[in-house]
């Protein structure tokens, strides 16, 4: 009950008329207590995110105002952390909506439980949150802060029965050295936080004046990406994959950009453009068109049929119509499946473990071979590796650049995937001495610049026809030590 209504008669008691006045007195009042109610409730959804209950972008400004001009009368630094929480899209994809609302509470929930009373914690859109920190004694307690966070973000999150592992990239801008007012902050942490991303997600950067530029460069170059697409500038190029004798067993395709001004791309940098502006699932459809259309073309020139690998990103396997698309790809080139193999990350292991495997166990069904890409960099259980229909097991190339320090764990690797009836396949292969040690021990296949670096169709064509093994003194990239 909000109040009362009341008349008192001193004597006798209400006729129908005050009966009358009364209830239409009530009724007022009830319509102007649910206009007050609807329009405090207005007030707070513009102020406060609905699903996390923090404050929205219209409050972080507010709040971020107040404490930049406490600043200039305190004389102490104000930092601004912008968190952008890494995969959060394909929790979305795969797990649906209400598995993400209920993430981004959790979320916000640990953040808020390592910060101080006077901090804001905000919710700014979509997967991407903020954190304002008046009254800093230095810069480097905003760096503190976001390693904290970013600590507390590694732990997996149990949503609806289901352990999720995440991370994030922060952004961090200080007051006064890096904007004299919040709009200026707010864009020198969006900066910061791109860096940050481009640098391999799950780390923070401080804004420093030379990333403005870097920050253009990077927006020229996802827009010439875009265009990439529409003018033919991206080609594949072909790996190949050798058995314990140096025989050509299968390639690999791997995506290559020219760009027309600045000329070759490095994957490394064009790759994670394209998959945090969205472009790696057109990309991705591109690069397994052109690979099943070039496995067609060897084999209608009457060479040997040889499995040609793609990889395939976490945005497009969540993709609901990627079996299908895989399925009308094959149909569409007239490709035998067996000739077709998809490698995929760790990082798909990190989410519905049951629904990957179903849609894996679809994929082989087609008759595609599966493999696990990059195996030992992620987060790979042995619990999740048997529930899994993977075929290959790739040994990432991290290991093997190192194997002198690595023999224990590249050993285990390939015990751990031959007992689980998987063949095993070592990437960045480049030296005898790495060669040897690998065959030692019974790893299946190689591929490397020891046997051959990417190259052009042409070049696969003239290695298949020639038909001799791969390794050390035919190629003048490898290295002999």
Not at 420 to 448: D, P, W, Y
């Amino acid at each position: 009950m909000i109040g009362a209504f009341a008349i008192y008669f001193r004597e006798g008691g209400a006729d129908d008329v005050d009966k009358t006045v009364l209830e239409m007195v009530c009724r007022k009042a009830a319509i102007a207590i649910e206009q007050r109610n609807l329009a405090d409730q207005l007030a707070h959804q513009a102020r406060y995110d609905t699903i996390t209950g923090l404050p929205n972008r219209v409050m972080l400004d507010d709040r971020l105002q107040q404490a930049v001009a406490r600043s200039r009368r305190d004389e102490l630094p104000v930092g601004l952390l912008l968190i952008d929480i890494d995969r959060f899209k394909v929790v979305n994809d795969t797990l649906g909506h209400k598995a993400g609302d209920l993430l981004l509470l959790r979320i916000a929930q640990r953040l808020g439980v390592a910060l101080r009373e006077a901090d804001t914690l905000s919710r700014i859109e979509g997967d991407e949150f903020a954190v304002v920190l008046p009254g800093m004694g230095d810069s480097e307690s905003a760096a503190r802060v976001a390693g904290r966070l970013l600590e507390l973000l590694k732990e997996p999150f149990m949503i609806e029965g289901r352990e999720l592992f995440i991370g994030a990239s922060v952004g961090i801008s200080i007051f006064p050295q890096d904007g004299s007012d919040s709009v200026t902050l707010q864009k020198t942490a969006d900066t910061a936080l791109h860096m940050a991303k481009s640098a391999g997600r799950g780390q923070f950067r401080m804004f420093a004046p030379e990333m403005n530029a870097a920050a253009l460069e990077r927006l020229q170059m996802e827009t010439s990406l875009r265009r990439a697409l529409e003018s033919k500038e991206l080609a594949a190029s072909y790996q190949p994959k050798v058995d314990r004798e140096g025989k050509m067993v299968g390639v690999e395709a791997l995506l290559r950009w020219t760009h027309p001004t600045l000329g070759p791309v490095s994957p490394a940098k064009f790759i994670p453009l394209a998959e945090e502006c969205g472009l790696i699932v057109p990309m991705g459809i591109w690069v397994l068109n052109e690979a099943c259309h070039q496995a067609k073309a060897w084999q209608k020139a009457g060479l040997r049929p040889v499995p040609v690998a793609v990889n395939v990103s976490m945005l497009q396997f969540a993709q609901p119509n990627f079996v299908n698309f895989v399925a009308e790809t094959l149909r569409q080139h007239e490709l035998d499946a067996r000739w077709l193999e998809l490698e995929v990350t760790e990082s798909l292991l990190l989410h519905d473990a049951a629904a990957t495997a179903a849609k894996l166990e679809a994929i082989r069904d087609l008759g595609v071979a599966v493999a696990l890409d990059d195996f030992g960099t992620g987060y790979s259980s042995l619990a999740y590796l048997q529930k899994l229909p993977i075929d290959t097991l790739k040994i990432d190339r991290s290991f093997v650049s190192a194997i002198q320090e690595q023999t224990t764990v590249i050993r285990a690797i390939l015990s751990l995937a031959h007992s689980l009836g998987m063949k095993v396949i070592a990437e960045g292969v480049e030296t005898v001495a790495q060669r040897e040690f690998l065959l030692s021990i019974g790893c299946n296949e190689m591929q490397g610049y020891f046997f051959s670096k990417p190259v052009a169709p042409d070049e696969i064509e003239e290695l298949m026809r020639a038909d001799q093994p791969l390794g050390g003194a035919l190629l003048p990239w490898a290295k002999s030590a």
